[in-house]
């Protein structure tokens, strides 16, 4: 049989192919992942996009994976960096542990229409609906893939998925069976991991893992120290069981650090655990049920303390296709509770807050023609600020040919309320300058989206998406008297733009990854309003662009690149800039493998925040060995 050349997109079934080959301590080795068929690699499976598996070539949505390899073969030593690595995201860093995450847009100091998930559990905070990175970190090693959806997944995922969901999976206990040890140092950065897992029968596996890391600060842009060195520690454990066609999961975690920045320092706590089941229920009935409990406990000298407790359950069916139609739905409730202490800088009315989260959702999956899958969804929503919200969606794709998809979707996503939205005083004692706002309405999105997505000959992949988001009631700073202020719906939006990405394979042991994108926005203030603020809208570049490179020099020897550039921001002005980071890895044996990694390898630059609080971010080095036995 000819061996056809291989197309290497980012898919899950490299990641299980890593999986695979570190659990039975062999090289993971590069060609090992080239040995798909394209017929395979049409199969690979996604889950983000359907909360069910599906080949990614069928999804109608802009999905990139990040697998394991890339993650490996990157360098970086934590999420925010990986996430650097999918072409449909803008990452951008104001210093050591502050970063800013989204798609499409919307980069604001606490941007707020991203939902995160780690294996289900969402990590977005009610504080302001957004994500404290400071706070998100996992053993590198252990995740399986990311998975990273441009554009709304309010119908599946709920509020706050408004422009993209990621959406992380860690790696099932059986596939980190033995002992790991991966250490590290650079001139900016040193720690490390451990992990043991093992089997616990004849049909679970359990491991135990601790990381710590010790970063170092940075200088600001205007001069000086920008005081925002981090240290971090954390411990958690992960168990497994497969129990005929049903399988439970159970996880938890708990984590302490201290983080610096100018305001003073930050010190966090917090942990976290999570049960979750699924099997059939009947011969015709599947089901998942998740439940997690999770506390965070935020000291911000200067600014705020915050102490939050989440309990969130979930459960989702899905019925064997029945005819031409594949029903799935489900329903949860989540609870959110804080107490926030006032502090001279700011406050919460009231200081203490349980808010509630009720959904239920359904979706029909229709097989229009043989080529063609219309998919409708409704997902009612509600939370204690506004009641029930509606997020509906359309989806259709059709299969020009087995390696060719071209989908549509419109869409409905919003983002609910936060704290700082309806709740925010500042000072934290009268008399107030900003008073609070308990009559905050959800921020709207409507979406229409495109997009294509296919293998190109036998060396080729291709996924290109078009966009329009129109958004209403927008958040404003406002006037509500003499010499005080409000956060109102003041504002709409629109934003237009385009997403590409690819894979190209020019030589059996040489992969390129591109990606580029190009968006526009625009802002009006409503008659009746004024916004004092921001804009709304963010502060994004027009353009972004990226290439990776990742090359085996022999079966030992693996050179990876990776080039990104980052079009200006507006306001405040930040320049475009260019950036190479570059990694060696040397597999010395079987269990051994060390690597040297180069960041910012060009010219020193800023990403993102006011020109007195920005940091500087310069070449670094990180040195690396991971061992397995």
């Not at 069976?177 to 991991?193: F, K």
């Not at 296709?321 to 739905?329: A, E, F, K, P, T």
């Not at 958004?471 to 003499?482: C, K, M, N, P």
């Given at each position: 049989m000819r061996r056809p050349h291989i197309l290497r997109t980012a898919s899950a079934v490299a990641a299980l192919a890593c999986a695979e080959a570190w659990s039975q301590g062999r090289p993971l080795q590069f060609a090992e992942l080239a040995d798909l068929s394209l017929e395979q690699l049409a199969q690979v499976t996604v889950t983000s996009a359907a909360r069910r598996e599906q080949p990614l070539l069928e999804a109608p949505a802009a999905l990139f994976v990040i697998t394991a390899e890339d993650i490996r073969r990157s360098g970086v030593t934590s999420i925010p960096e990986a996430l650097r690595l999918a072409p449909n995201l803008q990452v951008m860093r104001g210093d050591?542990?502050?970063?800013?995450?989204?798609?499409?847009?919307?980069?604001?100091?606490?941007?707020?229409?991203?939902?995160?998930?780690?294996?289900?559990?969402?990590?977005?905070?009610?504080?302001?609906?957004?994500?404290?990175?400071?706070?998100?970190?996992?053993?590198?090693?252990?995740?399986?893939?990311?998975?990273?959806?441009?554009?709304?997944?309010?119908?599946?995922?709920?509020?706050?998925?408004?422009?993209?969901?990621?959406?992380?999976?860690?790696?099932?206990?059986?596939?980190?069976?033995?002992?790991?040890?991966?250490?590290?140092?650079?001139?900016?950065?040193?720690?490390?991991?451990?992990?043991?897992?093992?089997?616990?029968?004849?049909?679970?596996?359990?491991?135990?893992?601790?990381?710590?890391?010790?970063?170092?600060?940075?200088?600001?842009?205007?001069?000086?120290?920008?005081?925002?060195?981090?240290?971090?520690?954390?411990?958690?454990?992960?168990?497994?069981?497969?129990?005929?066609?049903?399988?439970?999961?159970?996880?938890?975690?708990?984590?302490?650090?201290?983080?610096?920045?100018?305001?003073?320092?930050?010190?966090?706590?917090?942990?976290?655990?999570?049960?979750?089941?699924?099997?059939?229920?009947?011969?015709?009935?599947?089901?998942?049920?998740?439940?997690?409990?999770?506390?965070?406990?935020?000291?911000?000298?200067?600014?705020?303390?915050?102490?939050?407790?989440?309990?969130?359950?979930?459960?989702?069916?899905?019925?064997?296709?029945?005819?031409?139609?594949?029903?799935?739905?489900?329903?949860?409730?989540?609870?959110?509770?804080?107490?926030?202490?006032?502090?001279?800088?700011?406050?919460?009315?009231?200081?203490e807050r349980t808010l509630q989260f009720i959904n239920v959702y359904a979706q029909d999956e229709m097989r229009l023609a043989p080529d063609l899958v219309g998919i409708a969804g409704l997902r009612a929503e509600h939370n204690s600020y506004t009641g029930w919200e509606w997020l509906p969606s359309v989806r259709v794709a059709y299969s020009m040919t087995p390696r060719h998809t071209v989908w549509g979707a419109l869409s409905r996503a919003v983002r609910s309320p936060s704290r700082i939205d309806a709740d925010l005083v500042v000072p934290g004692t009268p008399p107030f300058?900003?008073?609070?706002?308990?009559?905050?309405?959800?921020?709207?999105?409507?979406?229409?989206?495109?997009?294509?997505?296919?293998?190109?000959?036998?060396?080729?992949?291709?996924?290109?998406?078009?966009?329009?988001?129109?958004?209403?009631?927008?958040?404003?700073?406002?006037?509500?008297?003499?010499?005080?202020?409000?956060?109102?719906?003041?504002?709409?939006?629109?934003?237009?733009?385009?997403?590409?990405?690819?894979?190209?394979?020019?030589?059996e042991d040489w992969r390129l990854v591109w990606g580029y994108t190009w968006m526009r926005h625009s802002t009006d203030v409503l008659p009746g309003h004024a916004n004092l603020g921001d804009d709304p809208m963010g502060n994004n570049p027009r353009r972004t662009a990226s290439l990776r490179s990742l090359m085996n020099l022999g079966e030992k020897l693996q050179l990876d690149l990776f080039a990104r550039y980052v079009g200006s921001l507006p306001a405040p002005f930040i320049p475009s800039y260019t950036q190479l980071s570059a990694r060696l890895g040397w597999r010395v044996s079987p269990q051994l493998e060390l690597s040297l990694t180069g960041s910012n390898m060009l010219d020193a630059h800023v990403e993102f925040g006011a020109s007195s609080a920005r940091a500087v971010f310069r070449r670094s080095y990180f040195a690396k060995a991971t061992w397995s036995f």
């Open positions: 050591t542990s502050q970063y800013v995450i989204s798609a499409r847009g919307g980069l604001t100091t606490t941007a707020n229409k991203m939902l995160v998930l780690i294996d289900g559990r969402t990590v977005y905070t009610p504080l302001f609906s957004g994500v404290f990175y400071d706070a998100v970190a996992l053993v590198i090693e252990d995740i399986e893939r990311i998975e990273v959806i441009s554009g709304p997944g309010a119908t599946m995922w709920g509020t706050n998925a408004v422009n993209g969901v990621i959406n992380i999976t860690t790696r099932h206990a059986g596939s980190t069976l033995g002992t790991l040890v991966a250490p590290g140092a650079g001139d900016r950065e040193r720690g490390g991991s451990v992990r043991h897992g093992w089997s616990v029968g004849a049909n679970a596996a359990m491991r135990v893992y601790a990381r710590y890391f010790d970063r170092d600060s940075h200088q600001l842009e205007i001069g000086g120290d920008a005081r925002d060195d981090a240290k971090r520690w954390q411990a958690g454990f992960r168990l497994d069981r497969e129990s005929g066609a049903s399988s439970t999961t159970w996880q938890g975690e708990a984590y302490g650090a201290e983080v610096n920045n100018l305001a003073g320092v930050r010190d966090l706590a917090g942990g976290h655990v999570m049960g979750r089941w699924s099997g059939a229920i009947s011969p015709d009935v599947s089901a998942t049920v998740h439940a997690f409990l999770d506390r965070t406990d935020r000291v911000h000298a200067g600014s705020f303390d915050e102490v939050r407790d989440t309990l969130d359950v979930e459960a989702q069916l899905m019925a064997n296709r029945r005819g031409q139609h594949l029903l799935s739905g489900g329903a949860g409730y989540r609870a959110s509770r804080d107490r926030t202490v006032p502090t001279a800088v700011l406050g919460f009315m009231p200081a300058l900003v008073v609070n706002n308990p009559d905050f309405k959800s921020e709207v999105a409507k979406v229409a989206e495109a997009g294509y997505r296919g293998t190109i000959g036998s060396l080729a992949s291709m996924s290109l998406s078009l966009f329009h988001h129109g958004y209403d009631r927008l958040r404003t700073v406002e006037a509500a008297g003499s010499g005080v202020f409000t956060l109102a719906n003041g504002a709409e939006g629109r934003t237009i733009g385009l997403e590409a990405w690819g894979d190209l394979r020019p030589l």
